[in-house]
């Protein structure tokens, strides 16, 4: 009897001895962070101090200062896309980028093609002549060259205004253009926004032989209602989320650090009235 016992105690301890342990189950990891959706923006970068580019030849500027910080309250990615300014309305309605985020002006014709969020700023236009020219009104500059940027606000009142008093009208694809012919004698002046002729051309050498003519120009039919997001029509979601974040900004004192970065030295608000 004491044999068997011996017998069955040696066995279970042998099976015993032959049982593995299981392995505990290794534990789930934390799934990785999903990153942000990117937000295409369209900018066109030769219109300084909004959009242009860095020595190193990064995009820069209020606008683009502008468009990160939104992308930022709607936890988006901002992705630039370079557009020269004619195409950028047909670019945006060929979804080559979701939004045109580059001082582009809120107007009745535009409205027609896109959809555009509140303003963003609001800053008069001016037009530019040799401080050797006198001006009074579009005829008394009759005769001269003046250079607009194609498809701009600025162009529709030259071509309103400007022409029809005999000043000849010569259209760019690129602001920056327009001052490379001032400087080199082909033209007399400009008609451009107050803020960009300012920083991009008057304030600096090549522009000290020119200066403001006339009063602002802010006239709705040409120059619009400020400058706005332009968007795909029936982008009504993403509309909603950018006129959140442009609040935001807006009250947060975002827009105000911004604004300040770049216009402090001219004492104003670029956002108007």
Do not use: H
């Amino acid at each position: 009897m004491k044999k068997l016992f011996l017998g069955l105690a040696v066995l279970s301890l042998l099976a015993a001895c032959g049982k593995k342990e299981e392995a505990p189950a290794p534990a789930a990891s934390a799934p990785a962070a999903a990153a942000p959706a990117e937000l295409k923006v369209a900018i066109d970068p030769t219109y300084e101090p909004f959009t242009f580019k860095t020595a190193d030849g990064q995009p820069t500027g209020f606008d683009v200062d502008i468009a990160n910080a939104l992308c930022e309250q709607i936890k988006r990615k901002c992705v630039f896309v370079e557009q020269v300014w004619d195409s950028m309305i047909p670019g945006l309605n060929a979804k080559k980028y979701d939004v045109i985020i580059s001082s582009m002006s809120i107007t009745d014709d535009r409205m027609k093609e896109v959809d555009f969020t509140d303003k963003y700023y609001n800053t008069p236009s001016r037009i530019v002549l040799k401080k050797t020219v006198k001006y009074t009104d579009p005829a008394s500059i009759k005769g001269k060259k003046i250079g607009v940027l194609k498809g701009s606000t600025q162009e529709a009142y030259a071509m309103g205004e400007l022409k029809p008093a005999g000043v000849v009208v010569n259209s760019y694809e690129a602001q920056d253009q327009v001052y490379l012919d001032i400087k080199s004698g082909r033209l007399d002046g400009t008609v451009a926004d107050f803020m960009e002729v300012t920083g991009g051309f008057l304030s600096k050498p090549e522009g000290e032989k020119y200066a403001l003519a006339g009063p602002d120009l802010k006239e709705p039919k040409y120059f619009g209602y400020g400058a706005g997001i332009a968007l795909r029509k029936g982008e009504d979601a993403l509309k909603a989320e950018l006129n959140a974040a442009i609040k935001t900004i807006r009250s947060n004192g975002s827009y105000k650090t911004l604004n300040d970065k770049y216009f402090a030295k001219f004492n104003i608000d670029v956002y108007g009235e």
